[in-house]
């Protein structure tokens, strides 16, 4: 349990901008990260252990991938209980991301609007700050954290490359991932998820595959790799992602053969549900709880397509433990939390894996 509760800690960071409390919340984890310091808000791990993809994971509740971009704080964020940890999402080349102010708050909502746009120091620098991390070599139980690595295109890459950009990074991160995630649901690079689409879906998926297997024999393990699909795909739109899926996922008995899965889901174009409220018209995507039953509906789904046994990562709108245990009752395998863990901090991650655990599925 923490030494510092977090109630303590908020109400400084929310007099902050959002993303200059992002970058100090960062800033500290990155200086005291592999040093006591950690008890101050570090939480021990829910040993539930759990297969999923062919991973041995320690249990089910992992951080969703956006919080820390250039994975300096891979360790300080292991310290807080997550059974495992995805950085990222990371582009071949350092870019900017768009103009700020580009994050903002719906604190009434327990929502946030981020437009970052891929926002970090590129491949290189990634992968040194992924190199320095302690935390394979770190206790905590029989079952050690799981990384994974979350690619992007970068946002001067035409759409039309899109694919150099993804088999760029795979190569990079290849070595250094538990699983990677290709990232093609991002609402704030101009048409990337045009790359969900049915011919566009299955080019990528075609390419990434030939080049995991080349990657396979190079570093003598094959690795699952996970797209990560947004909420705002209608019925229509799911069932080709799944059936996409199911070609590159599946054996030819058509059971699940660990080399594919899915993160359902990023953040929503949608206002439904925050109409009215300070920024919600700001561009971006918004997560937080109003994602929650968007996000489950879509995991339902595609556990209605792809059947038992197919990884699926449910994400959006994990504001508590009750609603980490909803993500596995539409269908999901593992969790992973980000915005609830700005508006709740680290014990979220700890009474989730608890809940989760005590759930059957």
């Given amino acids: 349990m923490s030494l510092l509760p977090y109630s303590l800690a908020r109400p400084f960071l929310f007099s902050m901008d959002p993303e200059a409390a992002h970058e100090v919340t960062l800033g500290g984890l990155a200086a005291i990260q592999r040093s006591p310091l950690t008890c101050l808000y570090g939480e021990n791990r829910v040993d539930d252990p759990a297969t999923v993809a062919g991973l041995n994971f320690p249990n089910r509740v992992g951080l969703a991938a956006g919080l820390d971009k250039n994975a300096r704080c891979i360790d300080g964020l292991a310290a ?3 059974g495992f940890v995805e950085v990222g999402t990371v582009t071949p080349l350092a870019q900017p991301g768009n103009p700020k102010p580009r994050m903002f708050r719906l604190p009434t909502a327990n929502a946030l609007i981020n437009r970052l746009g891929f926002n970090n120091e590129g491949l290189q620098a990634f992968l040194t700050n992924v190199q320095q991390a302690r935390f394979r070599k770190q206790g905590g139980g029989a079952t050690p954290l799981l990384l994974g690595l979350n690619i992007g295109k970068n946002a001067a890459t035409p759409i039309e490359r899109a694919t150099e950009d993804y088999l760029t990074c795979l190569d990079g991160v290849y070595p250094h991932a538990d699983y990677v995630t290709v990232n093609i649901s991002s609402p704030n690079t101009q048409n990337l998820r045009s790359l969900q689409s049915d011919e566009a879906l299955d080019a990528l998926l075609g390419a990434v595959t030939e080049r995991r297997e080349q990657l396979a024999q190079r570093h003598g393990k094959r690795i699952p790799i996970f797209v990560k699909i ?50 919600a018209t700001e561009a971006g995507g918004l997560s937080g709880a109003p994602v929650l039953e968007m996000s489950n509906k879509v995991i339902a789904q595609l556990r209605g397509k792809l059947g038992a046994g197919f990884p699926i990562v449910g994400v959006g709108g994990v504001m508590s433990a009750a609603d980490a245990v909803s993500k596995m009752q539409a269908g999901a395998d593992l969790v992973q939390i980000y915005t609830g863990l700005i508006y709740k901090g680290p014990a979220l991650v700890r009474e989730s894996a608890h809940a989760v655990k005590a759930f059957k599925r």
């Fill in 80 to 82: 807080m209980g997550f």
């Fill in 230 to 279: 947004a909420p705002d795909l209608d019925g229509a739109q799911i069932d080709v992602v799944a059936a996409t899926l199911q070609r590159y996922g599946c054996d030819s008995d058509g059971q699940p053969n660990n080399a594919w899965g899915v993160i359902a889901t990023n953040t929503t174009l949608s206002r439904e549900a925050v109409q009215g409220m300070p920024h």
